[in-house]
């Protein structure tokens, strides 16, 4: 199994983001897919959540509004577009796949099973 996060960089407070998580490995659309952030000094924060199906999804109060998380079945893919960035926001930014297939949404981090590498996100005021 194999996640790949990338898309950050460097932008400035009210910016926006894109960021991809590609996959391979795994029944990708059986799985719910999840991403975390870890800032400096702070422990790891569940921030968006997408069921296998797309259904619903689900976010951080932190981030509720300004971030929507979607997929992309058919490429095993998942996407986090970041608007109206704050410095707060800043971050390495990691995917991760639900550990167990067919099930509902966590920001449990230890009901996740692979890890994607991060991806940083830096947003300057």
């Known amino acids: 199994v194999q996640l790949q996060a990338s898309g950050g960089g460097l932008v400035q407070s009210g910016g926006s983001l894109r960021l991809s998580c590609a996959t391979s490995?795994?029944?990708?659309?059986?799985?719910?897919i999840g991403w975390f952030r870890e800032a400096p000094g702070k422990e790891l924060e569940g921030i968006a959540c997408?069921?296998?199906?797309?259904?619903?999804?689900y976010y951080a109060d932190s981030v509720k509004g300004r971030f929507t998380i979607s997929r992309d079945n058919a490429k095993k893919s998942v996407y986090l577009q970041m608007n109206s960035l704050k410095p707060e926001d800043t971050a390495v930014y990691y995917c991760?796949?639900?550990?167990?297939?067919?099930?509902?949404?966590?920001?449990?981090?230890?009901?996740?099973?692979?890890w994607g590498q991060g991806t940083l996100v830096t947003v300057s005021s």
């Open positions: 991760a796949v639900l550990r167990f297939s067919g099930g509902g949404c966590s920001f449990d981090r230890s009901y996740y099973q692979y």
């Open positions: 997408i069921p296998n199906s797309g259904s619903h999804t």
């Open positions: 490995g795994f029944t990708f659309d059986h799985y719910a």
